[in-house]
């Protein structure tokens, strides 16, 4: 198959610069861009290609079990995330909770959405949304426990080598400031065990634009960020 679209590509590029000595200086750079596509697609098919006869390994836990829901989802998710980093099969990952079959698994009746809806210190909302983020707490403890007890080929531990952003886009009501938000792992070079409370009004974007310096991407900016956050480099 890689054969197959190299060819295709090869053909592709023979019709272009053929066609490329009949245009005109617009039409010119036009083609120069979808020159850059095919390079692109070159790229990645080289990268395919490195992996020909290469045996892949083998996740290290047994194969999952259909039917589970709400906490034991979440755990088994959380292993799966280990696994795929162990074996090498994905460098990015982004994992959003069911919520809803969480809150069935607790007993708890209110409704994901109105959880958040509270207004005062106490009744059934605010009393299951507390359930809620211990049970969430809890689970990502066991995460990031698992990520320091792996160990990576070089004696490190897999924490030590990723970038972790835990939180949620809004907090009580539909605020959007203030939203509660967890970085961890050692492969940002970000403060870790420590509550930092940023100025007032800093984008959180800010905190992925640091992300994104300390694991090597050189973004000039990200969403509305206005600049790296110091306070969270260590």
Not at 8 to 26: E, H, I, P
Not at 114 to 128: C, F, I, N, R
Not at 174 to 191: D, M, Q, R, V
Request: hydrophobic residues 35%.
């Amino acid at each position: 198959m890689l054969a197959q679209r190299r060819s295709v590509l090869d053909t592709v590029l023979d019709n272009a610069n053929s066609l490329k000595r009949r245009l005109g200086k617009t039409d010119t750079a036009k083609l120069d861009e979808y020159f850059q596509g095919i390079r692109d697609i070159e790229t990645r098919l080289s990268k395919d290609e490195q992996w020909i006869g290469v045996p892949q390994p083998k996740a290290p836990l047994p194969e999952p079990k259909p039917g589970l829901e709400g906490r034991e989802e979440i755990k088994l998710m959380y292993d799966i995330m280990v696994a795929a980093m162990q074996a090498d099969s994905t460098r990015v990952m982004t994992y959003r909770q069911p919520v809803h079959t969480l809150l069935t698994s607790l007993d708890i009746k209110v409704h994901p959405h109105d959880m958040s809806h509270y207004h005062t210190t106490l009744g059934e909302k605010l009393d299951a949304s507390q359930r809620r983020d211990l049970a969430q707490s809890e689970l990502l403890a066991g995460f990031l426990d698992k990520l320091k007890a792996t160990k990576e080929a070089d004696g490190s531990r897999l924490f030590d080598n990723l970038a972790l952003a835990y939180g949620s886009n809004i907090r009580t009501g539909h605020e959007l400031t203030n939203c509660p938000t967890i970085l961890s792992g050692g492969g940002a070079g970000i403060k870790l065990g420590q509550n930092i409370v940023a100025p007032k009004d800093t984008p959180l974007c800010n905190a992925w634009l640091t992300l994104l310096h300390g694991i090597g991407v050189n973004a000039e900016r990200h969403g509305d960020s206005t600049g790296v956050l110091k306070e969270i480099v260590a």
